[in-house]
Every structure is written in structure tokens, then in C-alpha cells.
């Protein structure tokens, strides 16, 4: 775990931490400690990077009597302007950035009118944090759009973008598998999705799933923001304990293949196949269980070709300008058979290859 997005406030506008913007927050309920400080300083003791997803939504503070989804047919106003509005948001924004050191907001809640039609609020929302901690990120600033075969929250305009990365939801659906990211980008879902919060008969993924997740989304730049759903007294379940424990003993073993990698040079193949990269190396990942894989010879001398895991030198032919990579017999992973390629130069200066070759 390298980061964790925590949620000091939600669309319902109850604040988990001593904010002065509104008496609505948890110093002034019985439990009456902050949490936004504890799970800060227990990130910082930890090495953890603490961020913050923040709704600019706000169902208490605007008097709605419930939350607009993005293809509502209209939406209140916000109470007192949006000028007003956004000066509360500010407030609040600043506490988590000087208080409690957040590193990066994962904003919600932006698609109100008032709020996405009108560029200045997002352009000086960014600008003033920014102001106050030059480092900090933020993402979900601005509405995205549906590309062709994607979902509603597919579409970013990374060059025109504000802010810094972007984040995509799951939608249960396999559509992201179809597309290939080219900005920074995030994978948010839960491990028992649809469901982001603790019931009694939660249906959670499984360690594979999971773990192919992550690799599919390493092939396409993007991480992982995984939702775990711990219980009303705030302890979390032995199964959720047991199913980051196994995503954490793969990473362990098999994470150089993941961290600070890039996607490429080959694209992905659907579920079945990505590549990430980094220095010299190239990683490719077969999650079909495939004993070989035939792809496009890079324009790289390739220096060696072996399965990460073991070591193991593996067999490779070349036939018009195609290379076949065989797995061995004897080598079985049902998360992610991985190969390591090793070439001459940087792997990052490569050319994007379509992978689907005849």
C-alpha cells in the first residue's frame, strides 16, 4: 500500500475532522475525537501517503433533501451562489491541505451545474491549493465525457485537463479493457463492489481478481484505488484482512513488475494480455493462462527472455518480424505468468505496438 484516499466528507457534508466552516462535524457528537488527524499521523508514522476525497456536493449545507446523480433533470441551485459556496469549499479544502498535510484530493460530487459550467471555480479551486502546498494533487476537477465504447467517466482531457491525474470509477462492466490510457490515471473500485460500505452479507472479490485487476491497470498507466469496507466500530472483517494479506504477499514478490512502470510498449489485449515497462526491462503479463504468446518484434535488440518468477531462460522464435515468447511446461501461475524481457536501451523510448498480430 503506497497511499489511502480517506473520506472527511461525503455528499451528506458531515465533516470528519474540526472544521470552523460549520458546526456539522464530528467534534460536536458524543465519539467527539478527530479522525482526519489520527489517520494522518498514523500514515505519516507509517510512511503512507495520506489523501483526502472531498464532495463538493454538499446535501447539509445546501438544504437538499437528497443527492443528484450526474443524469438528474435538474438540480438545486446552491443555496446562497455559487460564489458564496465556493469560499466554504475553499475553508475547508485549506484546513485538510495546512492541518493535515493531505497530498492529494479525489474530488466528488462536481457535476452541478453551476459548478462545472463555469471553468473559474475548478481553475481557482487548483490554483489556491496549489498555493499552499505546491505538491499537492488533485483529480475530478471537471466533468469527463464518453469516448466510443467507454462509459460516462472514460473521456479526460489530459492536456486541457485541471488538475493532475484522472480517476475512473467501476461500473461493473469490462469496458476500461478496451481502451488504452495515455495520461495518469486511477482504477477506483471496492472489494465488493458495487457495494463501498460494511454489510453483514458482503460478497467480496477474490485475491486473483483482484491482483489481475492490478496488473491490467498497470498496462494502461493507471493504479488502483481499491475501497476496503471496515465495520461500524471500525474494525474490519477476518476476510477482507485475509484478501489484502494475499494482494500484499503477490505484490511483494512480483510488484518490481508493477511500481513505477509504465504501460508498453505492447498494448493490451483486452483481458488476456498487457505489458509495463521500466529501464531496460520489459514485463509481460499473461493472464490467460497461455503457454506463449506471439507479438511484434520490438525495435530493440533483446537480451534476454526469462520467467520473472523463477528465473527460468524460456524459449523464443522469431518469424517475420513477429516474436513468439513460449512459457515452459512446467511453469504454472494462475494470477500472472510473467516474462522479463531485457533489452538494449531504455524500454520508455519504444514505440506503442498493437499486439493483435496474424
Not at 507479438?295 to 517475420?320: F, H, V
Request: aromatic share 14%.
Amino acid at each position: 500500500m503506497k497511499y489511502i484516499v480517506f473520506v472527511p466528507k461525503h455528499h451528506d457534508g458531515f465533516s470528519l475532522w474540526d472544521t470552523k466552516a460549520t458546526d456539522f462535524n464530528i467534534m460536536n457528537t458524543p465519539y467527539g475525537k478527530n479522525i482526519c488527524k489520527q489517520l494522518s499521523e498514523a500514515c505519516e508514522k507509517s510512511g503512507i501517503v495520506f489523501c483526502t476525497y472531498y464532495s463538493i456536493a454538499d446535501l447539509h449545507e445546501n438544504g437538499w433533501p437528497h443527492m443528484y446523480g450526474v443524469d438528474a433533470d435538474k438540480i438545486p441551485n446552491v443555496k446562497g451562489g455559487m460564489d458564496a459556496y465556493f469560499e466554504f469549499v475553499k475553508t475547508q479544502c485549506a484546513e485538510l491541505v495546512q492541518k493535515y498535510h493531505t497530498r492529494n484530493f479525489w474530488f466528488d460530487g462536481f457535476w452541478h451545474p453551476e459548478w462545472y459550467s463555469n471553468p473559474k471555480y475548478r481553475t481557482q479551486l487548483s490554483e489556491y491549493l496549489k498555493s499552499l502546498d505546491a505538491n499537492v494533487i488533485m483529480s475530478r476537477l471537471q466533468m469527463p465525457f464518453k469516448p466510443k465504447g467507454g462509459q460516462w467517466d472514460d473521456g479526460w482531457d489530459f492536456e486541457k485537463n485541471v488538475g493532475d491525474y484522472h480517476s475512473r470509477e467501476d461500473h461493473g462492466g469490462k469496458e476500461w479493457e478496451k481502451l488504452y490510457y495515455k495520461g495518469p490515471w486511477e482504477f477506483c473500485s471496492s472489494v465488493a463492489y458495487p457495494n463501498y460500505s460494511y454489510n453483514s452479507k458482503l460478497k467480496l472479490k477474490t485475491a486473483k481478481e483482484c491482483i489481475q485487476t492490478i496488473v491490467k491497470i498497470a498496462g494502461r498507466n493507471g493504479n488502483y484505488l481499491l475501497d476496503m469496507a471496515p465495520k461500524p466500530d471500525g474494525s474490519v472483517e477476518e476476510a477482507q484482512i485475509k484478501l489484502f494479506d494475499q494482494i500484499g504477499d503477490w505484490m511483494k514478490n512480483f510488484g518490481q513488475s508493477i511500481y513505477q512502470t509504465e504501460g508498453g510498449p505492447f498494448l493490451p489485449l483486452k483481458g488476456e494480455f498487457v505489458s509495463t515497462r521500466k529501464e531496460n526491462k520489459i514485463y509481460l503479463h499473461l493472464l490467460n493462462g497461455q503457454n506463449y504468446i506471439m507479438l511484434p518484434t520490438p525495435d530493440a535488440k533483446i537480451l534476454s527472455a526469462k520467467i520473472y518468477q523463477t528465473s527460468q531462460i524460456i524459449k523464443t522464435e522469431e518469424i517475420n518480424k513477429k516474436t513468439i515468447f513460449y512459457v515452459p511446461k512446467d511453469y504454472i501461475n494462475e494470477n500472472d505468468v510473467i516474462i522479463e524481457l531485457q533489452i538494449k536501451g531504455p524500454a520508455a523510448e519504444l514505440a506503442l505496438l498493437n499486439s493483435e498480430v496474424n
